[in-house]
């Protein structure tokens, strides 16, 4: 409305007919400017001018659940070599601020920032457990001085992948090929594409029952919390836990002050 054009949308929660009804007013340059996912950036533009990225360090722009794997930040670059491309962050990525400090991007900083930031990276191979000793601590300060915290995991579930012992590849859905989680109050796993669930998985390469549990999911982040802050406040935010419907009324209660401790994921 502000610019007053038409703009199409496009990703994998509209029909298969109104994508495709998108594609060929792309192709035909009836329409074109176009909101929408990763795969928005493979729609046949001709005259293609400006590419935006936004959040661009979010894990989401990596297709690696199926084939063909590709990350969309390298996609956008790629089809930009003739427009201008813009990737815009609060926290970019490492590769984007390397690419940066080697000249391959230029850097546009906002003017007034709302304050410095203390950032911290911990090497948690020197750590035991899921929370490093320093964010425990940070924790408990937050805590002591009536403040709350926030913990972001990308991942829903007890853990962010499930591996084959015997020959490393990750478990996947048999419906649709999306890597599958595993939640341990339900005791499955988990497609968090289609929504299926499975009781018992077998790897689909090497037909072996031998499996590998990797990673951290905002399921396993509760419950590691729970158990070092028994007498603090703990809400996860996620699809898992609230419904769309719910979602303002956990904001309301995270605005007021009644929660220590948050976590969730990029819903």
């Known amino acids: 409305e ?15 007919g109104q994508r495709g009804r998108v ?32 959040e661009e360090q979010e894990a989401s722009y990596k297709q690696q659940e199926m084939l063909p794997h590709y990350h969309a ?16 962050s609060s926290a970019p ?30 090497d948690m191979s020197k750590e035991h457990g899921v929370l490093s000793n320093p964010l425990a601590q940070a924790i408990e300060q937050a805590i002591s001085l009536g403040k709350g915290s926030l913990l972001g995991v990308n991942r829903r ?3 962010q992948a499930v591996l084959c012992k015997k020959c490393g590849h990750p478990l996947r859905c048999e419906h649709c090929g ?28 090497c037909g072996s029952r031998a499996l590998r549990f990797v990673g951290v999911g905002s399921e396993r982040l509760e419950n590691e919390v729970t158990n070092l802050f028994p ?15 719910k979602y303002a009324d956990a904001i309301q209660e995270i605005a007021s002050g009644k929660i220590d401790i948050l976590v969730g994921t990029p819903v």
């Open 2 to 16: 502000h610019l007053g054009i038409e703009i199409g949308l496009f990703h994998s929660g509209i029909a298969d």
């Open 23 to 54: 594609w060929e007013r792309v192709r035909s340059e009836e329409l074109r400017f176009v909101v929408g996912t990763r795969s928005a950036l493979f729609l046949p533009f001709a005259n293609l001018g400006l590419i935006i990225v936004d």
């Open 73 to 88: 930040r390298l996609v956008a670059v790629e089809k930009g070599k003739n427009s201008q491309t813009i990737f815009g």
């Open 93 to 122: 990525s490492l590769e984007t601020f390397h690419a940066v400090t080697r000249g391959q991007f230029g850097l546009i900083r906002p003017n007034n920032s709302d304050g410095q930031i203390n950032v911290r990276i911990v």
């Open 157 to 159: 579930g007890y853990f």
């Open 178 to 205: 999306v890597a599958l989680t595993y939640h341990v109050k339900r005791a499955q796993f988990v497609c968090h594409s289609c929504g299926r669930s499975f009781e018992s998985m077998v790897c689909s390469d």
């Open 231 to 245: 007498q603090a406040s703990i809400s996860r935010f996620d699809r898992d836990t609230l419904h769309p419907r």
